[in-house]
């Protein structure tokens, strides 16, 4: 794979930036008392619906289908069942969609299919969301209004455009209440724009490395550990670009997110890219992505409830070759960081040792997350291209925390068959901390 094809634009990109007119339409009619609350819904719901047939054409219809079947579950189903079935729907409905496309011959430049199941997989966020608010009583359907008035803020909220295709989950209940409000805030067309220069400094940062990248002689390839790094790096600031847009779009809209419940800041940014934990980069990766797979799946799994996660993650993601490999990879990792890290800081008692015990860590996060990223979205759907990079030196790392993590396993079986040993040496159980999931 050469260097130019990183270089592409995500493809929604034309629409999201073809998006912010309406968005900032929307807010002024709403300011200027122009739409009633029940005109909001309507616009908000044309405007997706306009917006999936201008983005996707004939394949808006894999999206349309899926989101008026929910909705008809949650008015007629009891609340006790609603997610249930919602979740059903939604993710029998994504896994066909992903078999049907990928298994047709698609035109490459055809970026269509692409848009239409990563709207999918935003739609199935927001439907098993809303599902289990009604589920957990957290939202009550007020059935008795008339199905038009009942139906109208649900349907609007599942395909309102400015989070049709990207942004942050926004609960059902914050997505009414901004409805209601969206006269009465101002619109934030300073931190809106603020974000935009943000996300052209970040296209610009990569397209300057691509650029780099492109001319460079010697190492390359997926047996390169720094050309495996370089991949990874232009991926994150793909995303990250991809997170800010979507913000903006939704601040514009009147749709900001909770403080601290947007997917990206500079505080996070920050985080992101200076941490030695790889726990602390998954958390923070993608923030409301990881709420919703911890409501959804962390909290209501009994036993290996991190392992289900990721697990799930991966389903969700397509079940692909490289999509299962690397959730399943990065799922050890974490499990191994949680447990290598308190193991070494109590060997970090200097300053010196302290500074070259995170600058190590920090390379090895750094490396592990490349590797993970580049199994996933560079070699996913190719198998034979999966078993180069797993027999290529980026494997050595993960492997290596893969061993040190089954040592500590081990030695935490023998003391758990053995506390005496563990009593009477004097010595703390290493693992005796709450697993921070």
């Not at 890290?341 to 592990?368: D, N």
């Amino acid at each position: 794979m050469c260097w130019a094809d990183l270089l592409v634009l995500l493809p929604a990109a034309p629409y999201w930036l073809a998006a912010f007119p309406f968005a900032a339409l929307f807010h002024h009619l709403c300011a200027s008392g122009r739409l009633s609350l029940t005109a909001r819904y309507i616009f908000l719901l044309t405007g997706g619906c306009l917006f999936a047939g201008t983005a996707m054409g004939s394949y808006a219809v894999l999206l349309l289908i899926p989101a008026a079947g929910s909705m008809l579950i949650l008015l007629s189903v009891s609340p006790a069942c609603a997610h249930t079935w919602v979740f059903a729907l939604q993710m029998s409905w994504q896994i066909v969609c992903h078999l049907g496309l990928s298994s047709q011959e698609l035109d490459p430049q055809d970026a269509r299919p692409a848009i239409a199941l990563s709207a999918i997989m935003l739609l199935t966020q927001k439907a098993t969301s809303l599902a289990l608010d009604i589920h957990e009583g957290v939202m009550r359907l007020q059935l008795g209004q008339g199905l038009l008035q009942c139906a109208l803020p649900l349907c609007s909220y599942l395909l309102f455009f400015p989070a049709l295709l990207g942004g942050p989950l926004c609960s059902f209940s914050r997505f009414w209440a901004q409805a209601e409000s969206s006269g009465v805030l101002p619109c934030p067309l300073r931190a809106a724009g603020q974000r935009c220069l943000c996300a052209l400094a970040l296209q610009g940062l990569r397209m300057g490395l691509a650029g780099g990248l492109a001319g460079r002689q010697g190492c390359a390839g997926l047996g390169c550990l720094s050309c495996v790094w370089a991949r990874a790096l232009l991926l994150r600031l793909a995303y990250y670009w991809h997170w800010v847009l979507d913000e903006a779009l939704l601040e514009v809209a009147g749709f900001r997110p909770e403080a601290g419940q947007g997917d990206l800041s500079v505080r996070d940014l920050w985080t992101l890219e200076t941490t030695h934990r790889l726990a602390v980069f998954t958390r923070t990766w993608n923030k409301s992505t990881s709420c919703w797979l911890r409501r959804l799946v962390f909290q209501h799994c009994p036993a290996q409830p991190l392992l289900a996660t990721f697990a799930f993650s991966a389903w969700w993601h397509s079940l692909r070759p490289g999509q299962v490999f690397g959730f399943l990879c990065w799922a050890v990792m974490v499990e191994a960081d949680y447990r290598i890290h308190p193991f070494l800081s109590t060997w970090a008692t200097s300053q010196g040792v302290k500074l070259l015990y995170r600058g190590t860590t920090w390379v090895f996060t750094q490396l592990i997350v490349a590797y993970i990223l580049v199994a996933m979205h560079q070699v996913a759907s190719h198998f034979s291209m999966l078993c180069l990079l797993w027999t290529s030196c980026n494997s050595i790392l993960p492997l290596f925390y893969g061993f040190v993590l089954l040592l500590l396993l081990a030695k935490k079986l023998k003391q758990n068959a053995y506390p005496g040993l563990t009593c009477a040496a004097g010595g703390a159980h290493p693992c005796t901390r709450e697993h921070a999931g």
